[in-house]
């Protein structure tokens, strides 16, 4: 059964970057087939992608965030992180790690990981 | 704000049916994009429920069921449980100019 991992600072300052990485388990990321994805949800709303990566290291951005993300994969780790720059308090969120499967094109996500609650404030 | 609208809200009584409403415009849903379902108990990740309009996991109960049609999808349960009770939402790729995936505003699953 695959599990992901979210760890990083649960507190952010404004302006500075937020950093997570997402560890993966029963699996392992560089096999292929899947895109490793970033989705957070702000407190009390709906749920936002934020991007994906795939083994290989390309990646799509979600373009309304793009300015600011990056996703990158460390495949000997099997672990895959997200830098997001330049955060405010609207940044605060539950972020989190999962496994998007494609289907026709596009794809959805089959394995999440529990989330990590990021706060932005001084 | 997102680009697939579901209603805030639908209760039912233990063992009614609901349908929940997921509805897009002709850049996502009605270009022919899958409509994939996620099911999110109080405090915990979301959960894959349907995937590729009406397809089951292996595990998710036939109580739950998923159709498309046009510019919108649904998601129904049958026979309520208490265990039902839960945010869900609905979720599919939109190719406009700012193409991206994206997740419908959810709906809160009230069992009376």
């Known amino acids: 059964q695959v599990q992901l991992q979210e760890s990083g600072p649960g507190l952010v300052k404004p302006s500075q970057t937020l950093s997570l990485t997402c560890t993966v388990s029963g699996g392992s990321i560089s096999s292929g087939g899947y895109y490793w994805s970033w989705i957070r949800q702000h407190p009390g709303k709906g749920l936002e992608w934020i991007g994906y990566i795939y083994y290989s290291g390309s990646t799509y951005y979600n373009p309304s965030l793009k300015s600011r993300v990056t996703i990158s994969v460390d495949t000997s780790k099997n672990q895959f992180s997200l830098k997001l720059s330049s955060v405010t308090a609207a940044d605060t969120a539950v972020y989190y790690c999962?496994?998007?499967?494609?289907?026709?094109?596009?794809?959805?996500?089959?394995?999440w990981g529990q989330g990590t609650l990021v706060t932005v404030s001084s | 704000q997102s680009v697939l609208t579901q209603p805030p809200s639908v209760s039912g009584a233990p063992g009614q049916r609901v349908t929940i409403s997921c509805t897009g415009s002709?850049?996502?849903?009605?270009?022919?994009?899958?409509v994939h379902w996620y099911q999110q108990l109080p405090g915990t990740a979301p959960k894959l429920l349907i995937y590729?309009?009406?397809n089951r996991p292996s595990g998710v109960p036939d109580r739950f069921s998923g159709s498309k049609s046009g510019t919108s999808a649904s998601l129904a349960i049958t026979g309520l449980q208490a265990e039902d009770e839960a945010d869900y939402y609905c979720q599919s790729y939109d190719s406009s100019l700012s193409a991206s995936y994206v997740f419908g505003t959810g709906t809160k699953v009230t069992v009376l």
């Open positions: 002709s850049s996502n849903i009605g270009a022919g994009y899958d």
């Open positions: 590729g309009n009406s």
């Open positions: 999962a496994r998007g499967i494609p289907a026709g094109g596009e794809y959805y996500f089959d394995y």
